[in-house]
T-cell receptor, first 117, second 112 residues
Framework: EAQVTQNPRYLITVTGKKLTVTCSQN?????MSWYRQDPGLGLRQIYY???????DKGDVPEGYKVSRKEKRNFPLILESPSPNQTSLYFC????????????????FGSGTRLTVV | AQSVTQLGSHVSVSEGALVLLRCNYS??????LFWYVQYPNQGLQLLLK??????LVKGINGFEAEFKKSETSFHLTKPSAHMSDAAEYFC??????????FGSGTKLNVKP
């Protein structure tokens, strides 16, 4: 089954303790992206990757890092989490860079609900 | 940057009634337009999208949306609501190569 898999689904952590949220897709998609979803704000893009070793900032990158060492994986790293990073996080992937991911739309993972206390 | 406005954060309809969820965007250039649905505790699923061509787009689960350039709108409709349609719906608009802007979402409640 074609899918984007995120882990963990739920995570409670303390301020300052480094954490990684994993994301993997099995569709050989070139484009991957991370979003956070907050009530009343919709989804906002954190980082995206056009291909292996190619990443760039989205609209709200502060406090986050990403890496793309393999095509299928795109982990989100919070080096020193803070309470304002409490949110619902989604990883997404898209088929193409040829016509642009906007042309194809996105496949989303099921989300990771992060609470930082 | 784009702005995407979904009118009404909560919409409630009776089962069998028409569903109308509104979406307006700010771009002056025809963008790509999308509707996504999010069921509780799940990720977003693509309902339908408009890229080019016919302005009335049909999606899954009986939903459709019409792109109206003059009104910069892309409203989502379904003739007859079903209980299983209860979810949150997001309108999204693209800009450029990969910029993607989401509306703030509309929660649809379907009453028996």
């Amino acid at each position: 089954e074609a899918q984007v898999t995120q882990n963990p689904r739920y995570l409670i952590t303390v301020t300052g303790k480094k954490l990684t949220v994993t994301c993997s897709q099995n569709m050989n998609h070139e484009y991957m992206s991370w979003y956070r979803q907050d009530p009343g704000l919709g989804l906002r893009q954190i980082y995206y990757s056009m291909n292996v070793e190619v990443t760039d900032k989205g609209d709200v990158p502060e406090g986050y890092k990403v890496s793309r060492k393999e095509k299928r994986n795109f982990p989100l790293i919070l080096e020193s989490p803070s309470p304002n990073q409490t949110s619902l996080y989604f990883c997404a992937s898209s088929l193409g860079t040829q016509k642009g991911p906007n042309h194809y739309g996105y496949t989303f993972g099921s989300g990771t609900r992060l609470t930082v206390v | 940057a784009q702005s995407v406005t979904q009118l009404g954060s909560h919409v409630s309809v009776s089962e069998g009634a028409l569903v109308l969820l509104r979406c307006n965007y700010s771009s002056s250039v025809p963008p790509y337009l999308f509707w996504y649905v999010q069921y509780p505790n799940q990720g977003l699923q693509l309902l339908l999208k408009y890229t080019t061509g016919a302005t009335l787009v049909k999606g899954i689960n009986g939903f459709e949306a019409e792109f109206k350039k003059s009104e910069t709108s892309f409203h989502l409709t379904k003739p007859s609501a079903h209980m299983s349609d209860a979810a949150e719906y997001f309108c999204a608009v693209s800009e450029g190569f990969n910029k993607f802007y989401f509306g703030s979402g509309t929660k649809l409640n379907v009453k028996p």
